[in-house]
């Protein structure tokens, strides 16, 4: 079986700031870790993925996320937020690249 | 161009009313997606197609129906439906084990 916690329902940062949104997985086999972003009335859109190969993965929009198996952890960051990047985002575990397994979001709000 | 295109956008409909969704992708994905995500931003998948074969059931109502006349297209029919069937019902595709999933933007049913 396989689960998903994002740790926070919102975070809130100034323009300009670094953003971290976190994110524990629960996962019987090595799994595939994703961040997905969700605008307003919007579809969702993969934002960076992990497949077993470097740990630290680089996405769209400035966005990183390590991979920390000790931790069982794939936390979401950016050095410096954009009001753009006001979103709800989603943290993703898959063990079989098909099933995906969502998280259930953390709203992110940028102040001015 | 639209990648994963669901229409209609949003459906206003009586409980005990039939009701459909259509859905394609015009980025020759083998393998599509319904997913339902309720009021609380829950992403919950539904039903999974590879090659026009249902490879994913979860436990939704019978009600629910897919149909994949072909890879590019698979609609969603819902029978009988219930207050509780209103959410945004998002369609995707991929490329099979990818787990990189494209998103439509959604169809928006409140049952009445």
């Known amino acids: 079986a396989q689960s998903v916690t994002q740790l926070d329902s919102h975070v809130s940062v100034s323009e300009g700031t670094p953003v971290l949104l976190r994110c524990n997985y629960s996962?019987?086999?090595?799994?595939?870790l994703f961040w997905y972003v969700q605008h307003p009335n919007k579809g969702l859109q993969l934002l960076l993925k992990?497949?077993?190969?470097?740990?630290l993965v680089k996405g769209i929009n400035g966005f990183e996320a390590e991979f920390k198996k000790s931790e069982t952890s794939f936390h979401l960051t950016k050095p410096s937020a954009h009001m753009s990047d006001a979103a709800e985002y989603f943290c993703?575990?898959?063990?079989?690249?098909?099933?995906?397994?969502f998280g259930a979001g953390t709203i992110l709000r940028v102040k001015s | 161009d639209t990648a994963v295109s669901q229409t209609p956008k949003y459906l206003v409909t009586q409980m005990g009313n039939d009701k459909s969704i259509k859905c394609e992708q015009n980025?020759?994905?083998?393998?599509m997606y319904w997913y339902k995500q309720d009021s609380k931003k829950f992403l919950k998948i539904m039903f999974s197609?590879?090659?026009?074969?249902?490879?994913i059931n979860e436990t939704v109502p019978n009600r629910f129906s897919p149909k994949s006349p072909d890879k590019a297209h698979l609609n969603l029919h819902i029978n009988s439906l219930e207050l509780g069937d209103s959410a945004v019902y998002f369609c995707a595709s991929s490329q099979w084990v990818s787990g990189e999933l494209f998103f439509g933007e959604g169809s928006r049913l409140t049952v009445l």
């Open positions: 992990y497949t077993s190969a470097a740990t």
């Open positions: 993703v575990v898959s063990s079989d690249g098909n099933k995906l397994v």
């Open positions: 996962s019987s086999y090595s799994p595939s």
């Open positions: 197609y590879n090659n026009k074969e249902l490879i």
């Open positions: 980025l020759g994905h083998d393998t």
